[in-house]
């Protein structure tokens, strides 16, 4: 049975598969709907944000991962659409699922997104990317690059320990304003 669903999926094309990636991204995002507690309970400096902030940055999030795709699609190219699409979903879905992973180990404790992390997100852009490579589509040089790209952000998670990254407080900040305009 399993065998035969993912026969199908290997024989859908690379135009229909891409949509997997964003699919994965909503799912995971809305895994964080509570990520407040956790922030609050794991964090010396827990964010200031709201309920509303955290549903307006998740919902903007899966909104840029949706629109991200739609535009990588827009290329008649699938080399193109390749290369844009992965940009985002390795360098951010991919990175961000490592972080979850790595905060769980950290904190011997669940963490809303990961199990999303390990059962989406990580399955559904290594999937991508062999599908992009068993299609040369792109160049393999192109792909270790993007994800070694991510190793630094991956040190600085774990450098930071306890303690909210800078880039994560810009992003409440903004989500906090967002949220206001609403």
């Known amino acids: 049975m399993m065998n035969r669903m993912i026969s199908k999926v290997n024989r859908l094309s690379f135009r229909i598969v891409i949509w997997i990636l964003p699919i994965a991204w909503a799912f995971h995002e809305m895994e964080e709907w509570n990520i407040i507690s ?12 709201t309920h509303l902030s955290v549903l307006t940055a998740l919902a903007c999030s899966t909104l840029a991962g ?4 739609f535009i990588a699609s ?13 940009l985002f979903f390795i360098l951010v879905a991919f990175m961000n699922a490592i972080q979850h992973i790595s905060w769980t180990v950290m904190f011997c404790a669940y963490g809303p997104g990961v199990l999303s992390s390990v059962f989406l997100i990580i399955p559904s852009v290594i999937y991508v990317t062999w599908r992009v490579l068993r299609e040369r589509l ?45």
């Open 74 to 86: 827009l290329f008649r190219n699938s080399k193109i659409t390749a290369g844009v699409l992965l």
């Open 66 to 69: 949706f629109l991200w795709t």
């Open 138 to 182: 792109l160049p393999k040089w192109y792909i270790i690059i993007l994800y070694l790209l991510i190793v630094p952000r991956i040190i600085e998670t774990i450098m930071y320990g306890n303690k909210v990254m800078p880039m994560f407080e810009r992003l409440y900040r903004f989500a906090n304003w967002l949220a206001r305009l609403f």
């Open 38 to 49: 956790w922030y609050q309970r794991h964090f010396v400096n827990p964010p200031e944000i």
